[in-house]
């Protein structure tokens, strides 16, 4: 079976074929399964920065978005949602898993675990109706930063990613205009999409707010506020 992702930010298109890579030299052969383990984490895609088509109020229950996002979930936990969209081809759902799960894996062993909490969980993947979905769970915003980086996804555009009560980022706060509510804030470093499943209740004028649960952050410090 094939699989198949692409990195659109560089250009850079990855496939994985017992047919092809038995013609290859070693050489060859590790390169490949090094760029596919990064590429099949991502499951990396387009970043749709230029509106939000395809997004609805129905999505605020899950991240089932048509587009890579941030998923902040009622409870403050943070999620990475990589999507794809293919055609044509034969793609394994398990083979995606496989790649992701061994890469996450060696990511946790690597930076340890605090009070038995690893840093980087694989949710769920799917491969369904010509749409690659991959989500990945963090204990911290720390985590979902470095974790792209370790991985070289560069379709995850957040520099700086900060959760916390409006109390516990209450200067982030104030220094955005926003007075201090809700029940929690974001700070986010970098221009992206987010997805929240509580209603967003307020936003930095450098956002765009779209059905009360996705927003589009400016290319600087963006603060976000939600019920």
């Known amino acids: 079976p094939v699989l198949l992702a692409e990195n659109a930010l560089k250009g850079l298109k990855l496939c994985y074929s017992k047919d092809i890579i038995c013609h290859m030299s070693e050489r060859k052969k590790k390169r490949m399964k090094k760029k596919l383990l990064a590429a ?4 990396t895609a387009v970043l749709m920065l230029g509106g939000c088509e395809g997004l609805s109020a129905k999505n605020a229950k899950g991240p089932e978005t048509e587009e890579s996002c941030l998923y902040i979930t009622k409870d403050g936990s943070i999620q ?10 034969s793609y394994s ?58 991985t070289g996804d560069d379709t995850m555009p957040f520099a700086e990613v900060k959760t916390g009560t409006p109390e516990e980022l209450s200067e982030e706060l104030k220094a955005a205009g926003i007075e201090i509510h809700g029940s929690f804030a974001v700070v986010l470093q970098g221009e992206g999409m987010v997805q929240t499943e509580g209603k967003i209740l ?26």
């Not at 099949?40 to 499951?43: D, G, M, N």
Request: aromatic share 8%; net charge negative.
């Open 93 to 150: 759902k398990e083979e995606l898993l496989d790649f992701a799960s061994e890469k996450i894996k060696e990511y946790n062993e690597a930076k340890g675990t605090e009070n038995s909490k690893e840093p980087v969980t694989l949710v769920s993947g799917s491969l369904e109706n010509g749409k690659a979905v991959l989500i990945t769970s963090y204990d911290s915003g720390e985590s979902l930063v470095d974790f792209a980086g370790e």
């Open 80 to 89: 990475w949602v990589s999507v794809e969209h293919y055609e044509g081809g």
């Open 40 to 43: 099949a984490v991502a499951v």
């Open 202 to 227: 307020d936003a930095d004028g450098s956002c765009t707010v779209n059905d009360g649960h996705f927003i589009k952050t400016g290319s600087g410090t963006s603060v976000i506020v939600t019920e």
